[in-house]
């Protein structure tokens, strides 16, 4: 099991091939998920006293059990937000996982945290934070969400206990009724309550809509969430005006930039997050816009000594770790043991500079922009909104939600694409979200036609 014989040297070889492969294919094939009593009859029991083998468990994976996953970076995949990793960013994950490096602190991973920390440093600057500013790669934009409104609380806590006033209540933050989902769930884990403020007509928070929440919602409020490109529609908050209110306030303002805040890198719509350099913490997905591999969030503080006086973990078994001036990206979030998984997204910029992505992002919000105008213009078709980033949110005159599910699944059956219904208003919608660089017109223009 643990030694380099002949069996792990074809096992090796076996394996390699088959990176080889996935990462050479093009297309990939869309594939997609089967019914549980359809695995079951497909697949023998594998996990047995005796193993089946290396080699057989790879030919069952390649042949059943990868088919059964959608390849979530083929180029007509434009549910959720799709993930299209550069063919760099993807070899270098295989390099991490062949290197067993400790991730969470600077003794054992020092070359791999340097390396991140300069992704990290790069990525606070797009932003216009200070210098000083990082954190760390944690495992998504859930958990990254909840560790910036933990650091938030431990801050707004300890200047109440400063200020010796007592604790509130109910502990609570604002954020907008078109957040993501991952900030109530934050916020039951951390029993606190959540103030939803209505977006304007532009889909958006601002400033105004914030200040009135704050003033009904009382004692108790320590942070605003903002959006920095909201899951269904791509819609950037009031960064401007809702930081004024935070900074006059005295409150933490976290952006949720997960999905839409790599399109700060986009020349042309920098503007749109004029106000980000005045937050206190944001995330962005590098595993969404930022074309890395699963699974990977990038936290950054304004302030990182905030982020390790409220998440670093201490015990006798850790002190040799912890009581040193290093860097420990433990230190940041809520995790200890961790993946050095900001290192793809390292290799990826190091191999392809920033430009390329700079206009690998920009293409996808000006391809958002062409089919908008395609649908627009088409008889039958309704545009919801008119998109800001790369989500076009659209509707088929008269199509009821079973209409859509039906269209979703034989689309997806017949291997062709992967696009999903989502509701507004109570409406039923569907929507393009295009990260993928490879996907072109042609691909959206085929998928319209197959509703008509
Ligand atoms: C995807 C997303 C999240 C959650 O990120 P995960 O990596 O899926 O945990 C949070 N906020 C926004 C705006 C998102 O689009």
């Keep these: 099991m643990h030694t380099h014989d002949e069996d792990a040297r074809k096992l090796l070889d076996a394996i390699v091939a088959y990176s080889r492969e996935r990462l050479e294919m093009d297309p990939v094939p869309l594939d997609g998920p089967k019914a549980l009593a359809e695995l079951d009859a497909m697949v023998p029991k594998t996990v047995t006293e005796d193993g089946i083998g290396g080699l057989p468990a790879l030919k069952l994976f390649e042949d059943t059990l990868a088919q059964a996953c959608i390849s979530t970076d083929h180029p007509r995949y434009v549910s959720f937000i799709p993930a299209a990793p550069t063919e760099a960013a993807t070899m270098f994950d295989l390099v991490v996982a062949a290197s067993c490096i400790y991730g969470g602190s600077w003794m054992e991973g020092a070359g791999a945290v340097y390396a991140e920390n300069q992704v990290l440093s790069w990525l606070a600057s797009e932003v216009g934070f200070p210098d000083g500013a990082g954190g760390a790669f944690v495992q998504g934009g859930t958990l990254g969400n909840l560790s910036a409104l933990v650091t938030a609380r431990d801050v707004a806590a300890r200047r109440r206990e400063a200020d010796g006033k007592s604790r509130p209540d109910r502990w609570k933050a604002a954020c907008s009724d078109e957040a993501h989902s991952s900030l109530a769930a934050a916020a039951r884990v951390m029993d606190i309550d959540l103030v939803p403020i209505p977006v304007d007509s532009s889909g958006r928070l601002n400033g105004a809509e914030v200040e009135a929440a704050l003033d009904e919602a009382g004692d108790g409020v320590f942070a605003v969430a903002a959006t920095a490109g909201t899951t269904n529609f791509g819609i950037v908050d009031d960064l401007a005006s809702i930081s004024a209110v935070t900074e006059r306030r005295g409150l933490w303002l976290h952006v949720d930039g997960a999905y839409g ?192």
């Design 261 to 452: 805040l790599a399109g700060i890198l986009s020349p042309g719509h920098r503007d749109l997050y004029a106000g980000i350099e005045n937050a206190d913490s944001f995330i962005v997905d590098p595993h969404k816009w930022l074309y890395a591999p699963f699974d990977a969030c990038a936290l950054v503080y304004r302030n990182p000594e905030l982020g390790g006086h409220a998440h670093t973990q201490h015990a006798s078994y850790l002190d040799p770790l912890t009581n040193t001036d290093e860097w420990n990206p433990s230190d940041y979030a809520y995790h200890l043991t961790r993946r050095a998984r900001g290192l793809p997204l390292w290799f990826s910029l190091a191999t392809y500079g920033v430009r390329a992505y700079r206009e690998a992002i920009a293409g996808t919000i000006d391809l958002a922009h062409e089919i908008a105008d395609e649908i627009r213009s088409r008889p039958g078709f309704t545009l919801v909104r008119d998109p800001e980033l790369s989500v076009v949110v659209f509707s088929k005159d008269g199509w009821t939600m079973d209409d859509y599910r039906e269209w979703s699944k034989r689309l997806l059956e017949s291997g062709d694409s992967f696009v999903v219904p989502s509701s507004h208003h109570g409406q039923p919608v569907t929507r393009f979200a295009i990260i993928n660089p490879r996907t072109t017109k042609q691909d959206l223009v085929g998928i319209l036609d197959s509703m008509e």
